[in-house]
Structure formats: C-alpha cells, structure tokens
C-alpha cells in the first residue's frame, strides 16, 4: 500500500531544459576464455589494431576501451573455473565444500542504488542452464552465475525469451495484487459498523483513497512519462517470442540481445547482466561448423574452430553495440550513454586468471574516454574491484570501498 510513492517518479529538468539520458550498464559474460594469440589490441582511436578475436568489433572501435592486467585476487586461491567465476563481479573469498557463499556482485550493488527510477530494476539473462554439481571441492553454481543479489544468492537467469519479454512488458496485475485491495476494502468496510461518526467519515476517505490507487495501477504504463528526458522508444518493437526456449543457440543469444537492447530503449531497466554461457560450458556450435567438441573442451588448445567460436560470442557484444549505437538519444546514442563490460572468467582456456580479458563498449554519457588500450601489468593497483569502483561511480553510485578494493583504477 505504499502506492503513494508512484506519484514522485517524474523527475522534471531544471529550467525547462531537456534532461540528459541515464548511463545504462550491461555485463555480459563468456566462460573459459579466449584464444590466447588473438585475444589482442593496440594503438588509439581510428588506428586501433584489433586482434582476430576481436574483429567482429571493428566498425566501432572508436567506442572501444581494451583492458590488460587486471585480476582478482580471490580467484588465485582457490581452485579452476568455480572458484574464478563465482566472484568475477565483486572480487569476494568463496566458501567450498558444499557452502555458498560469494560477494553481491558489481550490477546488484547498482540495481539496488538506482533500480527504483526503473519499473525492473535489474535484467538478468542466461543462455545455458544453471549447474549444480561440484567441482573439486567448489560449488558449479559459482561457473553459472556472475550475478548475486546477496553473499549467498545468485541472481536467477531467466533462460526463456518469453518470460524475459513479460517481465519488461507485462503490466497487468497478478491475481494476488488484486487480492491485496481487494481484502483491504472489505477490511475497512467491516470496521463501519462498529466505529463513530468521525471514524466512519475517515474511513470512506480511506476507501475512496484505495479505490484511487486502483485507477492507479490502470493507468500505470499507459500515461505519458513527465520526465524532461524520453526513451525513444514506448512500447516493444518485436514480437513475443515463443514460450519454448530456443534449441538453436544462435537464435537463443540473438533474442537475449534483442531484449537487452529493448529494455534499454525502453528505459524499463537501466541495468542488465547477460551470462552468453557457463565456465565450464557444455555448450556446443553446429550452426558454426564445430559440432565435435563442447565449449569447454574446446577451449584447452589454440585452434582455429576455437577462434570461430570466440568470434560468435563477440559478435553478440558487436550485435548489441551496433543496436544501441543506431538509437539516438539528443547529442549522443544509446551506446554512447551506456557502458557494456565483456569479460570472462580467465585470459585462455588453460584457466591463467593472474589477468582477466576486459573489454568495455560505450562512454558512460561522455564520462568514459573509450578507443583507448590501458595496460596495467606491472603496475601497483590492477584490481577489477578498482574498476567497478570508477565505474559505478559513473553511474551515479559513489561508495568508499567495494570488495577487495578502496582505491579507484587510474586512468579509467
């Protein structure tokens, strides 16, 4: 019944002028590395040199910022793959011999922080089921999610397009909305016979206040936004998917990306996170050619079909850049206004997470300089916590200290 709070959404511009778009964030995620000779960029700007990996990207290298040489501490001390996946967005020790417990990650911190300017605050998508099995002393659950809500609750995937599209896009109330109201009334009407004349006059303003709160919850998503700033986009523009989880990977990843990119337009979520498989992935790509060997097995050699397969989960983040970057927003794009983390649980297959691939597409509204390389082997402070720390705080998110680190990453 705390309803009342819905009429402080709209936030107006100062001075009549247009408000500027948020910064969105997205973090997807790709297990067992990379191909470790292509896996590679230098140089700036237009004349940034991309590794093979990384081509599929090239046509927006100028929105592109390459990180070497970060690294988690935690995920040295315990063992392959769980033990490095499971705190890849919060840099926390893991707990093994069955426990759970990690860290809440990067995204929930920022969910939490400003997922109530959002009708979800928080998107969390999947493209292979969780496993529950163990792994050498540790939990599979940790090579299943990157995403914790708290220290022992993994955030859960939604695998199914349908359910991840109403979940943006449904508005109607449940039936137990429905009944919360309706047991409200009745409460208050059984209290008539029994109270004075004053009491009974404030308890009609009571139910004439719930029935407003009704006409409400119709009207919410149907009147106009009041914001200075509007999504480009109102209303979804595709399709509900099947109810069926698609058996074709390629068509799966697709249509998680396609519901990433409408929950930004949309502005229905300002956060998402998109796990495009597991560590230890079971995954297998015969749309590619590579039908052979599972994802992880693959993983264990420099092979040509292995540099295929780091290609097509890039292409899903060059898919969702290039989407993003066609959306304008005033001054700047969609992508431009966001900034999208790819990373992965180790540099190669053969599990080295002494450093950890980074890529980030976007500017953060123009607070992040990206076509750049930054290079931190060698140097004092090369944390990921030090990174989501510069970059939470370009989200509006300042905290003094998050997971392993206090010190924000210089030059970000």
Request: hydrophobic residues 35%.
């Amino acid at each position: 019944m705390a309803l009342p709070w819905l009429e402080s959404v709209a936030v107006f511009a100062k001075g009549g002028a247009a408000a500027e778009a948020p910064v969105r964030l997205a973090c997807l995620f790709a297990g067992n590395g990379f191909h470790g000779r292509e896996w590679r960029a230098k140089g700036k700007g237009r004349n940034l040199e991309l590794g093979r990996v990384l081509e599929p990207l090239a046509g927006l290298k100028e929105k592109l910022l390459f990180i070497r040489g970060l690294y988690n501490a935690e995920a040295l001390k315990g063992n392959i793959h769980s033990s490095q996946t499971g705190n890849l967005l919060s840099g926390a020790p893991l707990s093994s011999a069955g426990e759970i417990r990690s860290g809440t990650s990067m995204d929930q911190v920022v969910a939490q922080r400003i997922g109530r300017q959002t009708k979800i605050p928080s998107l969390v998508l999947g493209c292979e089921a969780s496993n529950s099995s163990v792994h050498r002393e540790y939990s599979m659950l940790y090579s299943s999610h990157i995403s914790w809500s708290s220290p022992t609750t993994p955030t859960p995937l939604e695998l199914y397009p349908a359910l991840a599209f109403d979940r943006l896009f449904k508005d109607s109330l449940n039936t137990g909305d429905k009944s919360v109201l309706d047991l409200v009334l009745s409460q208050a009407k059984s209290l008539v016979r029994r109270v004075s004349r004053s009491d009974e006059r404030k308890i009609d303003e009571y139910m004439d206040s719930v029935r407003e709160v009704e006409n409400r919850i119709g009207r919410a998503g149907k009147d106009e936004r009041l914001e200075g700033w509007r999504p480009t986009l109102e209303k979804p523009n595709l399709p509900r998917p099947a109810d069926e989880m698609p058996q074709n990977v390629k068509e799966h990843m697709k249509l998680m990306c396609d519901i990433l990119v409408l929950g930004f337009q949309t502005d229905t979520t300002r956060v998402s996170t998109l796990k495009l498989n597991n560590d230890h992935s079971a995954m297998r790509f015969p749309h590619l050619g590579v039908d052979y060997m599972i994802h992880h097995l693959l993983s264990h050699s420099d092979t040509e079909d292995w540099l295929k397969v780091n290609r097509f989960f890039v292409g899903s983040l060059a898919y969702i850049a290039e989407r993003l970057d066609k959306i304008q927003e005033g001054e700047r794009t969609l992508l431009d206004n966001s900034m999208l983390l790819f990373c992965s649980s180790m540099l190669t297959g053969n599990h080295n997470a002494n450093e950890l691939p980074v890529v980030i597409m976007g500017s953060a509204g123009g607070k992040l300089e990206s076509g750049r390389v930054l290079d931190y082997r060698g140097k004092p402070n090369r944390k990921m916590c030090s990174m989501y720390l510069s970059m939470m705080d370009k989200l509006g998110v300042r905290l003094e200290s998050f997971g392993d680190s206090s010190e924000r990453l210089a030059g970000l």
